[in-house]
């Protein structure tokens, strides 16, 4: 196993950034913050944290949209949603499991 999959599985198995990935991996669709941390039920700002890290090594990618919901008001928000790479790297790390 390379010492970059070890360093991206330790990163992706951190809990709540786990908790992140299974959430929108389960949802299959893009989300915003709100929805995320609703999800995992933690609070908004460490959801944040998490998920820009999960985007510096690209685990997820982003764009603002209109938040289409009625509490909303039209404003925006940054919606998320995962790259093959959280896909590539889970299988990368299975593999390297089961040796």
Not at 57 to 80: D, H, I, N
Request: aromatic share 8%; net charge positive.
């Amino acid at each position: 196993m390379s010492d970059d999959t070890i360093r991206e599985g330790t990163t992706m198995l951190h809990p709540v950034r786990w908790k992140i990935l299974t959430v929108l991996k389960a949802k299959g669709i893009e989300m915003y913050i709100d929805q995320i941390a609703d999800a995992v039920n933690e609070d908004r700002r460490l959801v944040s944290f998490h998920l820009g890290t999960l985007q510096e090594l690209g685990f997820v990618e982003s764009e603002f949209k209109v938040v289409q919901e009625p509490r909303s008001k039209g404003k925006a928000g940054r919606f998320f949603k995962l790259t093959p790479k959280f896909d590539k790297v889970r299988s990368d790390l299975v593999r390297a499991i089961k040796g």
